[in-house]
T-cell receptor, first 116, second 115 residues
């Protein structure tokens, strides 16, 4: 039962263009969402998060959009840079519902390749 | 602010042996999590500590697995009688107690290979 889905295993984007990574979830109890970036042989690095009370959060070149009715979120990277080439994981948790910091449920990742 | 530290980085062992991994969280992070990641998958939750209390365990954590955090600082994850299927990357993460919407910060993991 895959509660968090990233349906695109890979994405290739030219340097300077926008990268859009998508994520869908099925558990309506999820209320906190995160994006992580992972390079080979390293652990996931936190990028940006969004609470379910918002529909957009921005941090520099990274913006996360949340559509609760569609149970969909997306990560926009603009402009894309070669150093952004990595695997991106979407994650979700039931932080508020459980009243305690909760486990993360991850998608299977999207490999982003930014070409020159 | 040093990050989450995991040791060893790699562990190769024969099937049936016991292994133990260590995780040192970011200082002042009272929440500590263990995850497992296999090839082509995202990390999967194993267990979670708040201070020294183990508050949640996944059904992935069979009785061959045990985790401890005796003084609420570092944690250990032990796997007894290792099996081929235990081969994976074991990741540790920690988060701040400030509020529930705090991101988890991960270490670089321990890669376990069972011969």
């Amino acid at each position: 039962d895959q509660q968090v889905k990233q349906n695109s295993p890979s994405l290739s984007v030219q340097e300077g263009r926008i990268s859009i990574l998508n994520c869908d979830y099925t558990n309506s109890m999820f209320d906190y969402f995160l994006w992580y970036k992972k390079y080979p042989a390293e652990g996931p690095t936190f990028l940006i998060s969004i609470s379910s009370i918002k529909d957009k959060n921005e941090d520099g070149r990274f913006t996360v959009f949340l559509n609760k009715s569609a149970k969909h979120l997306s990560l926009h990277i603009v402009p894309s840079q070669p150093g952004d080439s990595a695997v991106y994981f979407c994650a979700a948790s039931e932080a508020r519902q459980t009243g305690t910091a909760s486990k993360l449920t991850f998608g299977t990742g999207t490999r982003l390749q930014v070409t020159l | 602010d040093t990050g989450v530290s995991q040791n060893p980085r790699h562990k190769i062992t024969k099937r049936g042996q016991n292994v133990t991994f260590r995780c040192d969280p970011i200082s002042e992070h009272n929440r500590l999590y263990w995850y497992r990641q296999t090839l082509g998958q995202g990390p999967e939750f194993l267990t979670y500590f708040q201070n020294e209390a183990q508050l949640e365990k996944s059904r992935l954590l069979s009785d061959r697995f045990s985790a401890e955090r005796p003084k609420g600082s570092f944690s250990t994850l032990e796997i007894q009688r290792t099996e081929q299927g235990d081969s994976a990357m074991y990741l540790c993460a920690s988060s701040s107690p400030r509020d529930n919407n705090q991101p988890q910060h991960f270490g670089d993991g321990t890669r376990l290979s069972i011969l």
